[in-house]
């Protein structure tokens, strides 16, 4: 499961996205990153899908 979130435009608010991506933290909190470019910010959050354990019946 992984959580995206940012916004177009604009300043950069590397405060802003951090609470963006405190608001998705359930979705995945094994990793995150953020990405700061020209008008754009991006973060997100991620679990590592080899720590699911299969349970099959």
């Given at each position: ?30 990793e ?9 910010s ?16």
């Amino acid at each position: 499961m992984c959580g995206i979130c940012g916004f177009v435009g604009g300043e950069q608010k590397t405060e802003v996205l951090k609470s963006m991506m405190e608001s998705i933290r359930h979705r995945g909190t094994d990793e995150n990153g953020i990405f700061e470019g020209d008008g754009v910010s991006l973060g997100m959050s991620w679990r590592n899908p080899l720590n699911v354990i299969w349970s099959v019946t």
